[in-house]
């Protein structure tokens, strides 16, 4: 497993991986918002929270065709379902490998990013905090969804569509999370559903998306 | 050990293939399957593989035993040859590469990123990979496609050690590869499924 891990994270730093991709995209779309909206500060870090998490959910969206397309064309899934790794490790893993190479990346730059939207730097925690809870849940729900439309050409179009109305509860409890603690209320509500949504896919969806990627090699 | 195929039926894509197949293959053994293209050689290697699932019939060997190799290597064109073998290596719990790499005499390509092998050399590397895993039971779809004259020399020998050391090897292939009375050859053809059988795919989800 450690392996695995090891070879994915290596192949996503590696030249055309597309590590970089999903961190300058969510640069992108962060520094085209002021343009949209006007450089009003004051509204600017009202709606900072939702623009981060926005942004953070579109670039790992971004990542996802990867998880399992590229092992797919090549043959490597092929082989790696009769190697002695059971298939649900092999996704979970996987899961884990996407989180470390596009999620983390997104919560350590989600700060500096804040800077622009005009946040004060005591909402800087609450920012990392709430994308730390939810980004792990945005990898296990993608890598379903990756497992959904594998084998599929240009099946991206189609894995956003079936992804992004599973990310709405991730989206709305973590926006709500940043968005209460910097207001200075009670985050005990958001927190606890944040984690339970997160903790919830990681235990169950692995099992799921091993069913559908059986299904998808034959 | 034997790998032991009793009555088996094969379906590709609710297209019943192949029925009745059922052979035998004991430790040091080769089976060589044969027959036109389209037969069903490649389903029938994925169902005892386990990546298709049995219609019918019964496939017996140890748990773990088998590997498959078909036209695709699973090469990573940025990682180098070496860490493509170290990588099956680990996943298998097998530690020496060396053998492998001795076999086909890549020595001088070690280094070299997988996306810069030509074709030949790609499937050397993805039959190399069959000796880092260990396993005793090699299930080989068209093994020989793209290879040399020199490199199908070293392929045989490959099967041949591996025969000698107790393994089997269930090969399709339409070469000789010089395996001699170790190797019996099934011709697939007897066991073509009647053209009217269709399966009715009822348990979609398993």
Not at chain 1, 31 to 42: N, T
Not at chain 2, 105 to 113: A, V
Not at chain 2, 140 to 154: F, H, I, K, R, Y
């Amino acid at each position: 497993m450690n392996a695995l891990l090891l070879r994915d994270m290596r192949l996503a730093m590696r030249a055309g991986g597309g590590f970089g991709l999903s961190l300058a995209f969510f640069l992108i779309v962060v520094v085209l918002v002021p343009f949209g909206v006007g450089p009003e500060m004051g509204l600017l870090s009202k709606i900072a929270p939702g623009i981060l998490w926005v942004g953070a959910l579109l670039a790992c969206l971004l990542s996802l065709d990867r998880i399992f397309a590229l092992d797919f064309e090549d043959g490597t899934l092929d082989l790696l379902a009769t190697a002695p790794l059971p298939i649900e490790a092999v996704v979970s893993v996987k899961s884990l490998a996407h989180w470390i190479t596009t999620g983390l990346p997104l919560v350590l730059v989600a700060p500096l990013l804040g800077v622009l939207l005009g946040l004060q730097s005591d909402a800087f925690y609450w920012i990392v905090l709430s994308l730390l809870l939810g980004t792990p849940g945005l990898s296990v729900i993608g890598t379903f969804g990756a497992a959904l439309t594998v084998g599929l050409k240009r099946g991206g179009l189609l894995l956003s569509l079936l992804v992004l109305p599973l990310y709405v509860p991730t989206l709305i409890f973590g926006a709500e999370l940043a968005r209460r603690g910097i207001a200075g209320m009670d985050v005990g509500t958001p927190m606890s559903l944040l984690l339970g949504i997160t903790f919830a896919c990681i235990a169950l969806l692995p099992f799921a998306s091993a069913a559908v990627l059986k299904i998808n090699l034959r | 050990m034997t790998l032991t195929v009793s009555n088996l039926s094969v379906l590709r894509a609710s297209r019943h293939l192949l029925s009745g197949v059922g052979f035998e293959v004991s430790a040091g053994q080769a089976l060589i399957l044969r027959g036109p293209n389209g037969l069903g050689k490649t389903t029938l290697l994925r169902t005892i593989a386990g990546l298709q699932p049995i219609y019918q019939g019964h496939v017996d060997m140890p748990e773990d035993a088998a590997v498959y190799a078909a036209h695709l290597d699973g090469i990573k064109s940025t990682l180098t040859v070496r860490e493509n073998l170290e990588f099956w290596a680990s996943v298998f719990g097998t530690d020496s590469i060396g053998a492998a790499i001795a076999t086909f005499d890549m020595e001088h390509l070690i280094d070299r990123p997988g996306g810069m092998l030509s074709a030949g050399q790609k499937r050397r590397l993805g039959l190399a990979r069959l000796m880092v895993t260990g396993r005793p039971i090699w299930l080989l779809d068209e093994p020989t496609v793209s290879l040399d004259t020199v490199a199908v020399g070293q392929f045989g020998d490959m099967i041949a050690g591996h025969l000698d050391r107790g393994g089997m090897a269930v090969i399709a292939t339409h070469i000789d590869l010089g395996l001699g009375a170790r190797a019996e050859t099934l011709d697939l053809s007897q066991f073509k499924a009647a053209p009217e059988q269709k399966y009715n795919p009822n348990e979609a989800f398993l």
